[in-house]
């Protein structure tokens, strides 16, 4: 089983409050083209607005492209983090409202598959960026490659985005039975992206609740949708966040709802991740301990 990111504990408000850490929310798609980069950029944006510290993490590692939505020009991506040139904190970006950006690299075909060494140390530095962390957005690739699932399988939450198109909805279904089957993810949160109407968001919504419960067996959650607007796309050109750029347009109106709700969702005492990575490093020792049992046996 894949690895999981692993999120610490940070700094307790009172003397009788449970403890707080950050809450790690995934984005994914089941295919590109749908406006997922842009959500994330958005809801950070709103989430900061919102009074939260946001880091958000471009986790397309071979292909990214959220610091160009953002018009943001990073001097160090993730590939020099992996490749050991510098920690993570130090290719930290600050974007609108506030937000921390960690940039991915573009082009880099090594890095869309990520290795076990190279997925713990991304979790050690996660670990270390964390501690001043309301919220951590990972902002994945599309579709079902390795990278994709391991970062989806590590959050707290998983929001799946859709848009109309039918494709969108077979290869959302795709992901989360990708999800289901090989990570045994449970649960899953439902945005619909550029829709022209409320109902039409609903009917979309629908019809993958349908197939996901008839076929699958798992919860998905309708968390909303965000209206086709005319403002994203000028905010694109712009490479601005339309939550910034034009705040009152019904768009940027949908997302600081989102926010509002997201806010609102429990984050575990206990990260689900922190088990299975307890679980990976037992599994390393044990291993580790069977290798030099086998080699006492054959070099007494």
């Not at 993490?57 to 040139?85: F, K, M, Q």
């Not at 869309?112 to 951590?136: G, H, K, P, R, Y």
């Not at 109407?197 to 949708?225: I, M, N, P, T």
């Amino acid at each position: 089983m894949q690895s999981r990111t692993i999120m610490p504990e940070i700094s307790i408000p009172g003397p009788h409050a449970p403890p707080s850490r950050t809450h790690v929310i995934a984005v994914s798609s089941g295919k590109g083209g749908v406006g997922k980069t842009n959500v994330v950029a958005n809801l950070a944006v709103a989430l900061a607005q919102s009074g939260k510290r946001v880091v958000v993490l471009d986790a397309d590692l071979g292909l990214g492209n959220l610091d160009v939505l953002l018009g943001l020009v990073p001097r160090y991506t993730i590939e020099h983090v992996l490749s050991g040139l510098c920690p993570l904190h130090e290719i930290c970006l600050k974007g609108p409202a506030g937000i921390q950006v960690l940039p991915a690299s573009s082009g880099v075909p090594h890095l869309t598959s990520l290795t076990e060494s190279q997925q713990i140390m991304l979790q050690e530095q996660l670990e270390q960026l964390a501690a001043e962390t309301d919220v951590l957005l990972i902002d994945t690739g599309a579709g079902i490659a390795p990278n994709v699932t391991f970062f989806a399988s590590a959050a707290d939450d998983t929001v799946v985005v859709v848009t109309p198109e039918p494709t969108s909805l077979t290869d959302a279904y795709a992901l989360i039975k990708v999800l289901t089957r090989q990570y045994r993810e449970r649960r899953f949160k439902v945005l619909v992206n550029q829709a022209k109407s409320r109902q039409e968001a609903g009917d979309v919504f629908k019809k993958l609740d349908r197939a996901v419960d008839r076929f699958l067996h798992v919860a998905v959650e309708y968390v909303g949708w965000i209206p086709q607007d005319d403002y994203v796309s000028l905010a694109v050109v712009k490479q601005k966040a339309v939550c910034d750029l034009f705040p009152g347009s019904p768009s940027a109106r949908a997302f600081s709802s989102l926010a509002g709700q997201v806010t609102q969702w429990p984050t575990p005492v206990i990260a689900k991740s922190a088990v299975q990575l307890l679980r990976q490093q037992l599994v390393r020792l044990n291993a580790a301990r069977v290798k030099h049992m086998k080699d006492v046996q054959v070099h007494p």
